[in-house]
């Protein structure tokens, strides 16, 4: 079934942000919102996941809870380290060694027992990045995930982003046209407004 979003529309005072918008992501499907900023791509995002409330429309075939999400700010617990973080949203009992292993596909080994503040801003996105990718659900959110990584590093997180979807429907807000070409998605284009 996918997700079925229909006549959603949001407005902040007199802005409307969006204006009845129809959506539907299959399943399986990898998709890159793409639109200028503040033309409402963390707004659909937020709506999705019930941190914003919709003025009117319908989301189907998802409820909050079964979305992992990586936010454009990393919300990461600042004094555990890059694998206690990733534990926090792992079902069961996932093993430390386990999560250090999936975390080492892209960061580099020696920051693993460090606590969070003491990383670099790139190095955050990625905790925030396989934090979101080791949740359970039905469907992945990243706003701006590639936000301060360089080449290399943005082919590398893609690469992990591919394989751990797990035939999730994945939805990234982006701005840049080679990330949505590497990433393989389809794109949606909000208008302006």
Do not use: W
Not at 32 to 53: Q, V, Y
Not at 73 to 91: D, G, S
Not at 142 to 158: C, N, S, Y
């Amino acid at each position: 079934m996918g997700v079925e979003i229909d006549g959603l529309c949001k407005a902040f005072g007199g802005h409307r942000v969006l204006r009845s918008l129809d959506l539907r992501l299959a399943d399986d499907g990898i998709y890159c919102l793409m639109a200028p900023s503040g033309t409402g791509k963390t707004t659909l995002l937020r709506i999705m996941l019930g941190l914003e409330t919709k003025d009117a429309g319908t989301i189907r075939g998802i409820k909050p809870g079964e979305i992992a999400a990586m936010f454009q700010e990393n919300r990461l617990c600042e004094q555990l380290t890059p694998v206690e973080n990733v534990a926090l949203v792992c079902p069961g009992r996932a093993s430390r060694a386990a999560i250090r292993s999936n975390l080492e596909l892209i960061l580099p080994a020696d920051c693993m027992e460090q606590p969070v503040s003491e990383l670099s801003g790139g190095m955050k996105r990625r905790v925030a990045l396989a934090r979101a990718m080791n949740y359970p659900g039905k469907m992945i959110l990243l706003d701006e995930p590639f936000t301060g990584l360089d080449k290399e590093t943005k082919q590398r997180v893609i690469a992990y982003i591919l394989s751990m979807r797990n035939r999730r429907i994945v939805l990234a807000a982006t701005h840049g046209e080679e990330d949505a070409a590497l990433l393989g998605g389809k794109k949606i284009i909000l208008g302006e407004g």
